[in-house]
């Protein structure tokens, strides 16, 4: 990936396959600790039954503010920076090592959809990390309050939550929902990916009269970042849906049966029923991945690559 302010004789730190991973993780780690609690409030409103419980994503983050407290906006956040760190860190490096073989092959730069398919294609990967991952964060999140399966022991923490799922249903269990989540990734990865690098070429462009993705500021990194995880949010919101209720309840036993059921409580007209918790979603996607972007190039950089 092209990376901010990197002169010909800069030594590079660690290999460049290294230097993604480890740029990766600090993405990773930065994306959590800004958007943890609208993820919270996002998987809430869209694991509640219908009728629904809470009235706006608003009024969930009241409920859970008042019956947890703030740190209740950050249950099960171990998970994901645990997880999510080592996630990002893989897909920042699959995209590199998908980048560098897409430039093997051609004499000329790479184009903005040449990148949006090795972001796609990292995705893929991705999902298998994600996987496990994002349905103990869902777990931790949804057993408390009115998610709470009656008579269910409350899971004491992550490791938790996992060996237990391990033993009650083997590695199944923690791969519960891969099929959706890959169905997510890869077109939500090719947006992301793609628009960033396309919004960085368009401001520097416009600043300096070149496409050259890489002689980015900061300030343009934060913005495309940012724009980027809307993006790639529009992409994969409905497939997000599916895959949270299938995670959470094991009445669903595929995702196509989560994704019938969901669409028979779409009768009516009742549409918005396939975006509860867009709006916190939304609203963490702007912040979280302008700072996920911001802490990859700034680690780049500084790993001289």
């Not at 171990?78 to 893989?90: E, H, K, M, Q």
């Not at 083997?170 to 519960?176: D, E, F, H, Q, S």
């Not at 919004?199 to 993705?213: E, N, P, Q, S």
């Amino acid at each position: 990936m092209e990376t901010v302010g990197v002169t010909e004789d800069r030594q590079e730190v660690v290999p460049k396959a290294i230097g993604d991973f480890i740029a990766g993780t600090m993405g990773g780690w930065a994306q959590v600790v800004v958007g943890h609690p609208f993820d919270t409030i996002k998987v809430r409103m869209q694991t509640q039954p219908t009728p629904p419980i809470y009235k706006s994503s608003m009024d969930c983050l009241r409920a859970t503010i008042k019956g947890e407290g703030v740190p209740g906006l950050y249950r099960g956040v171990t998970s994901p920076l645990a997880g999510i760190g080592f996630c990002n860190a893989v897909v920042f490096a699959a995209n590199g090592f998908f980048l560098r073989i897409f430039q093997e092959n051609s004499s000329e730069p790479l184009t903005i959809g040449q990148k949006a398919i090795a972001g796609g294609l990292a995705g893929g990967v991705m999902s298998f990390m994600n996987c496990p991952v994002e349905l103990l964060k869902v777990k931790l999140q949804t057993q408390f309050g009115t998610s709470a399966i009656p008579g269910h022991k409350p899971y004491t923490g992550v490791f938790n939550c996992g060996v237990r799922t391990f033993k009650e249903r083997g590695i199944g269990g923690l791969y519960r929902g891969l099929g959706i989540t890959i169905i997510r990734d890869i077109p939500s990865f090719w947006a992301y990916f793609g628009l960033y690098e396309g919004m960085k070429t368009a401001f520097v462009y416009r600043r300096l009269g070149v496409a050259d993705g890489s002689k980015s500021n900061g300030f343009e990194q934060f913005m495309a970042g940012g724009f980027a995880g809307i993006a790639a949010w529009l992409t994969a919101y409905p497939q997000d849906v599916i895959k949270s209720r299938v995670q959470m309840n094991y009445k669903f036993k595929s995702a196509s049966e989560a994704a019938k059921a969901l669409l028979q409580e779409t009768r009516g007209g009742n549409w918005r029923i396939l975006f509860r918790g867009f709006g916190p979603t939304i609203l963490r996607a702007f912040p979280a991945n302008a700072a996920t972007f911001v802490a990859y190039e700034w680690t780049t950089k500084a790993l001289g690559h």
